[in-house]
C-alpha cells in the first residue's frame, strides 16, 4: 500500500520560494508512474502543477512553467517541488499524488497524500 | 489548452435520487477523463477513469459514461455519504486540467 506525505515550512514571504518534499512509504519512485503535485486554493478547486518520471522527464502546467522546478532522491524516496516568486495566490493546500503509470494516457491520480495547507504572507 | 467545464456548479438532491453531473471538453478528449470525488474537509478520491471505468473498491451505485466532449457521472441511488464536490479531469495530453468542480448537496 503506497502513502505519500507532503512536508515543508506553512509559511513562507512574498517573493520567496517554496519549497516541498514528498516522501512515499510501500513504492519505489523509480517505479513505472509519474509523481505529482497539484494544489488547492482555499475554497476553490484543484489546479494541477506538475510531475516528474524517475528518468526526470516532466510535466508542468504552463502557467506556473517558468516559477518551478521538481527534483527526485531516490535515496530517499522523495520528490521535491520547488515554487519562486510566491505571492498570496499562491496559498493553497498542496498535494503530491502518484499516476496511475507511467505515460500521458494513465496520467490520473491514484493515490495521494494527505496535502500541506501553504500560507504565502509577511 | 483544452478546457474542462462541468454542471451545474451544485446541486442538491433527496436521498435515494439519480444525480447526474456533467462535464464537458472544449476539444475531443477520446475517452481520457477522470471523475474524483472529494468530502468535506478530505483529500480527493479517484472513482472512475477511462470515463466509465470503476477504480477498485468504489461502490457500484456510481458510473461514468462519454467519449470525445460529452461525459457524465451518475449516482445511482443518492447516499448521504456522497455529500462531496466531484471534479472531472482530462488526461492524455498536456496540459492536465480539472473541471471546476460540482458540490452535491443533500436536501
Known amino acids: 500500500q503506497v502513502q505519500l506525505q507532503e512536508s515543508g515550512p506553512g509559511l513562507v514571504k512574498p517573493s520567496e520560494t517554496l519549497s516541498l518534499t514528498c516522501s512515499v512509504s510501500?513504492?519505489?519512485?523509480?517505479?513505472?508512474?509519474?509523481w505529482a503535485w497539484i494544489r488547492q486554493p482555499p475554497g476553490k478547486g484543484l489546479e494541477w502543477i506538475g510531475s516528474?518520471?524517475?528518468?526526470?522527464?516532466?510535466y508542468s502546467n504552463p502557467s506556473l512553467k517558468s516559477r518551478i522546478t521538481m527534483s527526485l532522491d531516490t535515496s530517499r524516496n522523495q520528490f521535491s517541488l520547488e515554487l519562486n516568486s510566491v505571492t498570496a495566490a499562491d496559498t493553497a493546500v498542496y498535494y503530491c499524488a502518484k499516476t496511475a503509470q507511467g505515460t500521458i494516457r494513465r496520467y490520473y491520480f491514484d493515490d495521494w497524500g494527505q496535502g500541506t495547507l501553504v500560507t504565502v504572507s509577511s | 489548452d483544452i478546457q474542462m467545464t462541468q454542471s451545474p456548479s451544485s446541486l442538491s438532491a433527496s436521498v435515494g435520487d439519480r444525480v447526474t453531473i456533467t462535464c464537458r471538453a472544449s476539444q475531443g478528449i477520446n475517452n481520457d477523463l477522470a471523475w474524483y470525488q472529494q468530502r468535506p474537509g478530505k483529500v480527493p478520491k479517484l472513482l472512475i477513469y477511462a470515463a466509465s471505468t470503476l477504480q477498485s473498491g468504489v461502490p457500484s451505485r456510481f458510473s461514468g459514461s462519454g467519449s470525445g466532449t460529452d461525459f457524465t457521472l451518475t449516482i445511482s441511488s443518492l447516499r448521504p455519504e456522497d455529500v462531496a464536490t466531484y471534479y472531472c479531469?482530462?488526461?492524455?495530453?498536456?496540459?492536465?486540467?480539472f473541471g471546476q468542480g460540482t458540490r452535491l448537496e443533500i436536501k
Open positions: 479531469q482530462k488526461y492524455g495530453s498536456a496540459p492536465i486540467t
Open positions: 516528474i518520471f524517475h528518468s526526470w522527464s516532466t
Open positions: 510501500g513504492y519505489s519512485i523509480t517505479s513505472d508512474h509519474y
